[in-house]
C-alpha cells in the first residue's frame, strides 16, 4: 500500500492528517520541522530516501501574516523555497505532492467566490511568498503536482480565531472583531480529511493535477462567525461589537473578500464540503474541551 510522507505535522492542519490518514487506512511517516527542514534539498532528498513515499503532503509553512511583513526573506524560504525542494525530489522519486496554501494569494477585491483559476493576486509578503510555492509545485510537476488552498483555519485544541474567540468571551464583556473581512471559516480536521480523499483520488486517476479549494461550503464576515460562536456558546451574540478593520492596524493587509469556489471538486467526484456552520457544531465539543484543557 502506498505510503504517505507528512511534512509540517505538528502544525494545525498537519497533526489532523494524522487521524485523516489512520480513518483512511493508509500508513504514513509524520515529520515535523525539528524531522525534516523542507528548505534543505540534502534533508528533503534523505527523507525520501529513507521512507520512499508515493505521496507527499506538504503542511509545513511559514504563517506568522504580520511578521512576514518585517522577514519576507525567512516567508519566502519556507513558503517557497521549501514547496520547491519538495516539488524537485517528488519528481525525482515519482511521487505525487499535496502542498497546502492559502486564499491570501488573492488580493480580496472579488465580489463571488475565486474559482481555482482565477488570476492571483497577493497584497503582502505572506501571500507572495506562498504563490511562490504553488507556481514551484505547478511548474516542477505538472502531472503530479497539487495545490490545495484552505482559509480561516481552526481547530486542534481550540487553536485559530474560534479557540480565541471561546477564550476572550469568558474573560471580556464585550469583544471587538475587524468588520468588512469576508471569507469561510474552515474546520482543520474537514480540511484534513479532504487532503486525504484528494490524494486517493489521485492515485486512482479519478483527480487531475492542478489547484483544489479546501474550504468549508458558504461565507460569511468575521463578526458573523464571532456572533455564532458565542451563540453555540450560550451567550449573548450582541457582545461581539464590529470595529473598522483599519482600528487594529495590522502590518500586513488583509484581503476583505477572499471566498474560494469549489466547482474542480465535481469533475474529481467528490461533492464540495459542508457548509461552515455545520463543520463548526461538529467541531464543537472538541474545541470547548480544548480550550478548557489549554486554561
Known amino acids: ?34 524531522d525534516l527542514d ?39 524560504r519556507v513558503n517557497g523555497t521549501g514547496p520547491r525542494r ?3 525530489a517528488c519528481g525525482e522519486f515519482g511521487a505525487l505532492l499535496l502542498h497546502v496554501s492559502t486564499d491570501y494569494v488573492f ?18 509578503a505572506y501571500g507572495r511568498s506562498k504563490l511562490e510555492g504553488e507556481r514551484a509545485v505547478l511548474q516542477l510537476l505538472p502531472w503530479t503536482g497539487y495545490v490545495a488552498r484552505t482559509a480561516w483555519l481552526y481547530g486542534d485544541g481550540g487553536r485559530g480565531f474560534v479557540g ?30 479532504r487532503l486525504v480523499a484528494l490524494g486517493l ?10 489547484v483544489y479549494h479546501a474550504t468549508n461550503a458558504g461565507l ?21 461589537r464590529p470595529v473598522p478593520a483599519a482600528s487594529f492596524a495590522a502590518p500586513a493587509p488583509r484581503p476583505r473578500f477572499s471566498a474560494l469556489g469549489h466547482a474542480r471538486w465535481e469533475a474529481a467526484g467528490l461533492g464540495a464540503m459542508r457548509d461552515w456552520r ?15 484543557v489549554a486554561g
Do not use: K
Open 278 to 292: 455545520e463543520a463548526l457544531a461538529a467541531a464543537w465539543p472538541a474545541l470547548r474541551a480544548g480550550v478548557a
Open 220 to 240: 460569511c464576515t468575521r463578526v458573523e462567525l464571532a456572533r455564532e460562536v458565542f451563540r453555540l456558546l450560550g451567550a449573548d451574540p450582541s457582545r461581539v
Open 201 to 210: 483520488a489521485a492515485l486512482g486517476g479519478a483527480a487531475a493535477p492542478g
Open 107 to 124: 488580493s480580496g477585491e472579488a465580489r463571488t467566490p475565486y474559482a481555482e483559476d482565477a488570476r492571483p493576486a497577493p497584497l503582502g
Open 86 to 88: 519538495l516539488a524537485a
Open 164 to 193: 480565541t474567540l471561546i477564550r476572550l468571551e469568558r474573560e471580556r464583556e464585550y469583544v471587538e472583531v475587524a468588520d468588512g473581512q469576508c471569507g469561510q471559516p474552515t474546520w482543520s480536521a474537514d480540511a484534513a480529511d
Open 38 to 76: 523542507v528548505t534543505d534539498p540534502r534533508a528533503v532528498r534523505a527523507a525520501m530516501t529513507a521512507h520512499r513515499p508515493g505521496v507527499v503532503v506538504n503542511a509545513a509553512a511559514y504563517t506568522e501574516v504580520d511578521a512576514a511583513e518585517a522577514e519576507p526573506a525567512s516567508a519566502l
Open 1 to 34: 500500500m502506498t505510503r504517505w510522507l507528512v511534512a509540517g505535522a505538528r502544525g494545525l492542519l498537519g497533526r489532523e492528517l494524522l487521524p485523516a490518514l489512520d480513518r483512511a487506512g493508509r500508513p504514513y511517516v509524520a515529520l515535523g520541522h525539528e
